[in-house]
């Protein structure tokens, strides 16, 4: 039972759609209208708003954490990934917005970092510096999330490596259009 109010707690928090909320709250209209469509910050900082795009990433990032430390204090350290998991579902699948939610990259950063502080900037590290060489958000993030799961088998955590692949795999199914994309080499980059 811990572990379906851990879920059900994760998927509430992480259900909350930030980047719609600020954008519409400042008056920018339906973020879903505008770029990709997606409720991320990525697309937030199409609308030309870096603050907004921050903030974005800021409040995606503590709803994964905040869901994984509560869901751990309360019930323990497993309940505190299966609350972080149920977080990135709700981010990518929200009720209120038809299941059609964001790809899970500041969520799954908050949620990394709040398992393990050294993973998730491990993680961080490694969207920074492939996002720097490629300008490219998608490649940032795919090459995340595969470090990850290996940042947390060398430190011999096979539970958090299992767990960061579960989240890689979420993130990388989200990512299926851009995957494609880069295939293709027309990928968008940073700044355009």
Do not use: Q
Not at 147 to 171: E, H, M, S, Y
């Amino acid at each position: 039972m811990a572990w379906v109010a851990a879920l059900l707690l994760g998927y509430v928090l992480g259900s909350v759609p930030w980047g719609l909320l600020l954008t519409r709250a400042a008056g920018l209209g339906d973020i879903r209208a505008i770029g990709s469509g997606n409720i991320g910050a990525t697309n937030v900082l199409r609308t030309g708003s870096k603050g907004l795009a921050a903030a974005t990433l800021a409040l995606d990032a503590l709803k994964g954490a905040a869901a994984l430390l509560i869901a751990n204090a309360v019930w323990g350290e497993s309940a505190g990934l299966v609350a972080g998991f149920g977080a990135m579902l709700g981010h990518a699948f929200p009720v209120w917005l038809g299941f059609r939610g964001g790809k899970g990259v500041a969520t799954g950063a908050g949620v990394l970092l709040a398992a393990a502080w050294w993973m998730g900037l491990t993680a961080a590290l490694v969207w920074l510096a492939t996002a720097a060489l490629t300008r490219m958000s998608s490649a940032g993030s795919l090459a995340a999330c595969a470090a990850a799961p290996l940042v947390a088998l060398g430190a011999g955590r096979t539970d958090l490596a299992l767990f960061a692949a579960g989240i890689a795999a979420l993130v990388v199914i989200r990512h299926r259009g851009n995957i494609a994309r880069l295939i293709a080499g027309n990928e968008p980059r940073i700044g355009r």
